[in-house]
């Protein structure tokens, strides 16, 4: 069986969690407490990051990179379209999701509201969480847009693309940081992807000092 080292509110662990269920891949999860920077994590993996994939013998780190071996290895069903300009697509949207709006947004809201308890590491910055704020209203009305000229975020079908803004976005909404009221469109999408099977052990993840909101695994909410 694969065995994920993850942190349960990391999109970064999220978007392989993901990839795993929906190709239906056993996966045994153990939280891992990276900034501890266990010697046998290390081992693992020098950077000191998860996720980190055990899979067919190999020890695999960099979520980008597990997700595509994932795709080439157990193509069904499909994260990436065919084509190359619609694997270009989800690649740049990977690619927004896991920098522009991580850098932007996630890193100013749950790396400060969160991450930063759970390691010790102080208090919140008032105006990172400031920034992400208001950095997250133009990230929702740029998916509005894309949402609004296509039945996903990369084209016709779901992709990695959706998997990798659900990872961050579920994350957040965690502790209440999206306003899912800012565009029904993209409501109505995450409600979509939220209510498929793969998504059942994201929604069941709980973190010691941050209760889930009332709606959090609500697939109506």
């Given at each position: 069986m694969a065995k994920l080292y993850h942190v349960p509110l990391s999109p970064f662990c999220r978007k392989v969690r993901l990839s795993l269920a929906e190709k239906k891949i056993?996966?045994?999860?153990v939280e891992e407490?990276?900034?501890?920077?266990?010697?046998?994590?290390?081992r693992r993996n020098p950077a000191a990051k998860v996720p980190v994939l055990k899979i067919d013998g190999r020890t695999m780190a960099e979520s980008a990179a597990i997700c595509e071996y994932l795709e080439e290895k157990y193509p069904e069903p499909p994260l990436m379209p065919r084509s190359s300009e619609a694997r270009y697509e989800v690649r740049r949207l990977v690619g927004w999701f896991d920098d522009k709006f991580h850098n932007e947004v996630t890193s100013k809201l749950l790396y400060e509201r969160v991450n930063k308890k759970v390691t010790?590491?102080?208090?919140?910055?008032?105006a990172n969480v400031k920034a992400g704020a208001k950095a997250i209203k133009y990230h929702l009305d740029y998916m509005a847009w894309l949402l609004d000229h296509r039945r996903w975020l990369a084209g016709d079908t779901m992709t990695l693309a959706d998997f990798?803004?659900?990872?961050?976005?579920?994350?957040?909404?965690?502790?209440?940081?999206?306003?899912?009221?800012?565009?029904?469109?993209?409501?109505?999408?995450?409600?979509?992807?939220?209510?498929?099977p793969a998504f059942r052990s994201i929604l069941a993840d709980q973190v010691p000092g941050f209760p889930q909101p009332p709606h959090y695994a609500d697939l109506d909410f």
């Open positions: 056993e996966c045994e999860l407490k990276y900034w501890e920077k266990d010697p046998d994590f290390l010790k590491q102080g208090f919140p910055d008032s990798a803004a659900a990872a961050h976005l579920s994350s957040l909404d965690y502790i209440r940081d999206v306003d899912w009221n800012r565009s029904a469109v993209v409501k109505d999408w995450y409600a979509k992807i939220k209510s498929r």
